[in-house]
């Protein structure tokens, strides 16, 4: 048998099986409904992601289900995780836009019942950089003044990500954060600002661009400090939070908590996915991240595309779960603080 031949039989049979297996997928999914389960109440920038994802992401998965939006709010984030890991079905009909991770798991390991590397890794829309934003009529304009005034600054519940940064604010950099905690996502937050109930908050700064630009536009808010790799779009000057940390050992803390800033907008599946369905939706995803029509309607919405795929986010997820213990020991120590 000659050589050109057997290659053209391996590739006839490769793409035979692809074929094969994305008939059984779309048998599977068509006339299904996918639930996509979102862990904070709308308002807030997962829930836009959510909704424009899915839009398109439907299309693309082989069958066409249809994506619907299940609200599963509670403990940050953890109860939505908890219910994908555990109980939810593996076989592709429910995954989740999951904010309750590693952190979660490192700090709250009694209501954390899962291994956040463990989910099956889709795709991530966008990383999810944070604002540290304070409200015009509080004064409040860089993270110094805090160190010899109290401010108030919204937060989710204890352990979560905006409850984290002003609390370690305190214990790293001497600030006088008055922590109050009970927001449940971005638009109580928001609410919390415009009422006067809070001066400051931890802020998807995608979210706020989308649902408040004219805070920017008209200064209603400033800008104290970022969170997250990727420097905020016109605000150069704003320091990030990891550069305010005076060691190397603050560094790698508020580093690590970054990672949550990193996943971003981030969607999974529970673990141990029927594997071609898993592959299915991986592909189909990084599809809708390429959709011209998905990224006029992302533009026009004012939200940022930065996609990354499953593949990739599994991997950065098995390093993150390789974090120093000493540093997570001591992260707890001071929240416990």
């Known amino acids: 048998m000659g050589a ?160 984290l940064h002003p609390a370690l604010m305190n214990v790293l950099l001497g600030t006088k954060f008055k922590i109050v905690a009970g927001y449940a996502g971005a638009g109580p937050m928001y609410l919390a600002l415009e009422r006067g109930e809070v001066d400051s908050a931890s802020v998807g700064f995608e979210g706020l661009t989308s649902a408040r630009a004219n805070w920017l536009r008209d200064k209603q808010v400033s800008v104290l400090a970022t969170i997250g790799s990727r420097p905020l779009a016109g605000h150069p000057n704003v320091p990030n939070l990891v550069d305010l940390m005076k060691t190397p050992e603050d560094r790698a803390m508020i580093t690590y908590i970054q990672h949550h800033s990193d996943f971003g907008q981030l969607f999974v599946g529970p673990p141990d996915m029927h594997a071609e369905r898993l592959t299915a939706l991986r592909r189909a995803f990084d599809a809708t991240m390429r959709d011209p029509a998905f990224l006029a309607m992302a533009e026009k919405r004012q939200l940022e595309v930065i996609p990354q795929t499953g593949e990739e986010l599994q991997a950065y997820a098995a390093k993150i779960a390789q974090r120093d213990e000493k540093m997570v020991e001591r992260l707890k120590k001071i929240i416990g603080d």
């Open 4 to 163: 050109f031949f057997k290659a053209g039989l391996i590739a006839s049979l490769l793409l035979s099986g692809t074929a094969v297996a994305q008939d059984s997928v779309a048998e599977f999914y068509k006339g299904k409904q996918i639930r996509l389960v979102l862990p904070n109440q709308p308002g807030g920038s997962t829930t836009m992601y959510g909704l424009a994802v899915s839009e398109f992401w439907q299309k693309h998965i082989p069958g066409n289900p249809t994506i619907v939006m299940e609200y599963r709010t509670g403990a940050s984030g953890i109860t939505a995780s908890n219910y994908v890991y555990s109980a939810a079905p593996k076989d592709g009909t429910v995954l989740l836009m999951m904010i309750a991770g590693q952190i979660n798991q490192d700090l709250e390991p009694a209501g954390a019942r899962y291994e956040a590397a463990k989910f099956s890794y889709i795709g991530r829309a966008a990383d999810l950089p944070r604002a540290i934003v304070a409200w015009h009529t509080s004064g409040l304009t860089r993270v110094e003044q805090a160190r010899d005034k109290e401010y108030t600054m919204g937060a989710g519940n204890k352990g979560s990500p905006t409850w």
